[in-house]
């Protein structure tokens, strides 16, 4: 048995994660997601429409496919990781090019991509499978694969496990290790100590995004709290407005109780909100505390004749999107006052766009003398002590930096280099041969 990769996206960037694993001549690829700066950058033209596909290769806005242009008979899978779009969001785009392989997810992942899916126009051929859940594929025969339960910043996120008679992969691309979730089980670090044993050569692919930050990531169980002590503070305000990543179902949960902790009117305004909610209904139900609006002339209509002192509204655009509820509302969708607040329940992801975007909105808020809170969070993602510790666990033999810039996976190789680790660096679109 022969097994190479092939990095499509993910490698010295932030974004675009999708590793091909070629293994006897049959291909499966982890996670398929788009790079959201390069994508925008394409969406915002007005013009859009035109030549939309094209113009979205042309600007790298999703994995690089070429190295399997000649090889689509032999793609057997596309195993999803989690519901984030750095690791799914090509998939509405790019599937039919790949002759529509099977897609393999949990079943809030599968529910999500099959959405945004449906949003072009087809429904995709998806399998759910399980969290801890072990699975085979008849097109390849002797290999085993495993998807172990990992915390993250959204529901049923795995780490992917390939058993091969030449040795383990796991791909562990997106997690932290929270032992102490209120909502969710605990990073399943007994099964990757089981892993950690096996005699056969193992392989780490792991994301690096913080890795240079020296501590541990703190446990959703701390931002729950933040997110509650908030009810003082909030309690005097006219309108309370909160934004948060639409995914994160567990974060949206707390805010839920803090509007009711304060008799407030519960109001979700946004179309990903809407999406996710959906998507995660079999996980908790949010929309039956509250209302949920998804399109944008419900939204503006809503937003001009509501009673502000009643209401609790979350909304989409904490990034400081343009076209996000949060950006409207300030650009002259609702009319904000010195009475108001705005939490941000998240950080601001470090790309330059989003940066702009951020200083731009808060800049509009604060002409207003609206209170703001900000980073009412904690990340879903390892720090560079929980790398170190998941090192030790898993004991592997070869480690590939994944999803960071390179000062990003400099900082997790360096870890690697200090336990002996052999870091692989392959570049997008190489073949790398591993065992």
């Not at 999703?62 to 032999?74: E, G, M």
């Not at 991509?113 to 399998?127: A, N, T």
């Not at 979350?314 to 904000?336: C, K, N, W, Y």
């Amino acid at each position: 048995m022969v097994v190479s990769l092939i990095p499509l996206g993910g490698i010295g960037e932030v974004g675009s994660n999708s590793l091909a694993v070629d293994i006897d001549g049959k291909i499966v690829i982890l996670d398929f997601g788009f790079h959201l700066e390069r994508f925008v950058d394409v969406v915002k033209d007005r013009d859009v429409k035109k030549n939309f596909l094209r113009r979205l290769l042309a600007n790298r806005a999703f994995p690089n496919i070429r190295p399997l242009s000649k090889r689509k008979n032999d793609i057997v899978g596309i195993f999803c990781s989690h519901a984030h779009l750095d690791h799914v969001g090509a998939i509405p785009y790019l599937w039919k090019r790949l002759k529509s392989p099977p897609i393999f997810a949990s079943r809030f992942t599968a529910n999500l991509v099959r959405s945004l899916c449906e949003d072009q126009g087809f429904s995709p051929s998806i399998f759910i499978k399980g969290v801890n859940e072990v699975f085979s594929l008849p097109s390849l025969p002797g290999v085993r694969f495993e998807f172990v339960n990992v915390s993250h910043s959204t529901p049923e996120t795995v780490a992917i496990v390939i058993h091969t008679s030449e040795g383990l992969i796991l791909y562990a691309n997106d997690f932290k290790n929270d032992q102490e979730s209120p909502f969710e089980l605990p990073t399943n670090i007994p099964r990757f100590k089981e892993l950690g044993l096996s005699k056969l050569p193992k392989l780490l692919v792991l994301d690096s995004l913080y890795a240079p930050r020296k501590e541990f990531s703190k446990s959703e169980s701390f931002a729950r709290d933040l997110v509650l002590s908030l009810k003082d503070s909030l309690s005097d305000k006219r309108l309370i407005v909160v934004s948060t990543f639409s995914s994160h179902l567990f974060r949206l949960f707390s805010l839920v109780d803090l509007a009711r902790s304060l008799n407030r009117e519960l109001v979700f305004i946004g179309r990903s909100l809407s999406r996710y909610l959906s998507a995660g209904v079999h996980v908790v139900d949010l929309s039956k505390f509250g209302r949920v609006i998804k399109y944008r002339r419900d939204a503006k209509r809503f937003l001009r004749s509501f009673d502000p002192k009643k209401y609790f509204l979350i909304v989409t655009g904490h990034q400081g999107e343009p076209e996000a509820v949060l950006s409207r509302m300030a650009d002259g969708d609702f009319m904000f006052s010195s009475d108001d607040a705005v939490v941000f329940s998240c950080n601001v992801i470090p790309s330059p766009l989003n940066l702009r975007n951020r200083i731009v909105l808060e800049s509009k808020l604060s002409s207003f003398g609206v209170t703001v809170f900000k980073d009412v969070h904690v990340s879903g993602h390892a720090f560079g002590l929980d790398h170190d510790f998941f090192l030790d666990v898993f004991k592997p033999d070869f480690l590939v930096p994944y999803h960071g810039d390179p000062s990003m996976s400099e900082a997790l190789a360096s870890l690697a280099k200090n336990k002996k680790i052999k870091v692989l660096r392959p570049r997008i679109g190489q073949r790398l041969k591993i065992f």
